[in-house]
């Protein structure tokens, strides 16, 4: 399984709260963080586009490892 990280690299654009308000929101410093975790595979594509415009690099998907 998939999810989505956001990194320390934020720098608050609003990028992808703009595009994906589904999985990301501002935190009380202004900062993105994320709200879903877990990607759904019908938005795959377009959140690997947006890890690669993020302009802080702060955008990460990881495979989670099943125990």
Known sequence: MEKLKVKDTCIG???CVAQFDKYFE???EGF?????EVIDEN???ELLG???SCPGEAIV????KEA
Request: hydrophobic content about 30%.
């Open 13 to 15: 654009c609003g990028l």
């Open 26 to 28: 501002f935190n009380d």
């Open 32 to 36: 993105s963080q994320v709200k879903q």
């Open 43 to 45: 938005d795959k594509n």
């Open 50 to 52: 947006l890890v690669e």
């Open 61 to 64: 998907i990881e495979e989670e």
